[in-house]
């Protein structure tokens, strides 16, 4: 047989010979370095036999960056951190352990809980197995042989997985462990040349929350111990920025276990979210919006009428009110909005209408799914909903995209858009959905913005454009989102009379361009490492008076500062001078003044977050900060 290489050269192989054996053919070098098979994308274990005709690349120790290579890597070194925590801690059950992005895991319930100290030793472990050298045996054996093993073994949860295990079942071993495993892994351990153990965390069996919680140890692998360093020092640097972190330090917002995944904003988080606010509303009129208020709860026949009922019932906090009556608080705003519009008949002279909400809206996410603000229960989008004609999609399309370039603008943002397209539960036929999917791609294509497809990934009623963006711990975050749907509409038995006299379908472009204030200012917060630009400044200025003589004169410049809207605070501890400066700096207050005897209207010694000082006379001030205001960016 005959296996194709990536230079399209063709390698005669015996019947039934492995990757590993195409390897030794190619030459000793590559077979010792090799890690692992990819052919069209997909990857294979080594010891398994390849196929007649089939596309073979080698992935070996010098792919260090490689996603597949660094994947196996880290597979192997789950399965060594099983070997070392089974040795140290006898009666420990294992339940699984895969690699994840950035690194793997392993799940176990011990007998006694471990603490964080315990990873030290853990690791220590698996240096002394590394040093002693691993290597992996693959065979495959019946479901049943599989199971009498595990049970003899006293490991209930690999007797579980057995029992729900599709397909051939393989086991894995290295010195003292076999783990039920599909693999692939390495040949043996001498190409892991780093591994880090990087913390502890409870995890539901199965992800149930009805199940047991076991242990989950995380960890991670590289090719190099310099790979490692330069991992765990970008993972510092972002920790710094993370955005709960921050948001405790600079007073924003916290969260509390009685209302889970939802935000409680403090004064100065909340500064933030009036200036987002402000420029929702602002922006808004200026293109042709209304503001519109619509309920927070409906009956139970809403929701079906809208398709969410079938669609996305689990996600809704549901309140019985009798037998016959159950309410649902929204998440979404657009079935209000479709009663709005179908309050009143529409006449063509009308549309389009373009209704704004920035609501309150709830989703009922998985507590374990909960992250800071950028997965919350409690959501507020910057929501519209525009009401148009066939004729008049693409000119909202092109406005609604200009509005979008300018937001993001603002904050030097630039997310990834993808076209989602028509997923397998979607409402309405194809040829409709050939219709709004071919709208989008057009009105991207004449904007010139750049985008990748999710196929499948649209809403159940309407294709989408989603931007997305990557937070600095390399997660990926949808921001803004623009539907095209023609489903919600009928199903609402929305109609305009055209100038035919006669009743035409109407189209409903959904859209919220920042996403959710919550996420955006999660987002916010660590794109600017909380330093944020001066109109979003929670404090744009803030007042040291030197000592008790001058506390009066900072009050009134306080007075006249706040008058003209701008964000201004005293410090008048007690605490030294140098203290309260150096207090500014870690809240990040754009400017500062130290108010001594030399201060006066016309001369005030302004320093800039940024370190430079100047001399300016209120007046000059005042126009800096106007300034400011006027060329909102960074
Ligand atoms: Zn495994
Ligand atoms: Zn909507």
Redesign the pocket.
Known sequence: MKVVLPDSTELELPDGATGLDAARAIGPKLAEQAVLVRSNGAVQDLRLPLQDGQPVQFLTTRDTSDPDALSVLR?SS??LLAEAVRRLYPGVKVAI??PIENGFYYDFEFPEPIREDDLEKIEAEIQRELKEGRSWEREEISAAEAKQRFLEENEPYKVELVDTAEGQISL?TQGEFT?L?R?PHLQDSKPIKAVKLTSLAGAYWRGDEKNKQLTRIYGTAFYSQADLDQYLERLEQAKTRDHRRLGLQLDLFHFDEHSPGSPFWHPKGMAIYNALEELRRRENERRGYSEVKTPLIYDKALWITSGHWEKFRENMFLIPIDEEHTYAIKPMNCPGHMLLFGSALRSYRDLPIRYAEAAPLHRNELAGALHGLTRVRYVTQDDAHIFCTREQIDSELDGTLDYLRYLYGIFGLEPRAELSTRPDNKLGTDEEWDFTEGELVRALERHEIDYFVGEGEGSFYGPKIDLHMTDVLGRSWQLGTIQLDAQMPARFGLTYMGADNAEHPVFVIHRALLGSFERFIGILTEHYAGAFPFWLAPVQLRLIPVAEPHREAVHELQRRLAAEGFRVDVDERDDTLGKRIRDAELEKVPYTIVYGDRESDSSLAVRERRGEQSTLSLEELLERFRVEIATIST
Do not use: E, M, V
């Open positions: 597979h789950a399965h352990g895969p894995y783990d495993c693999g």
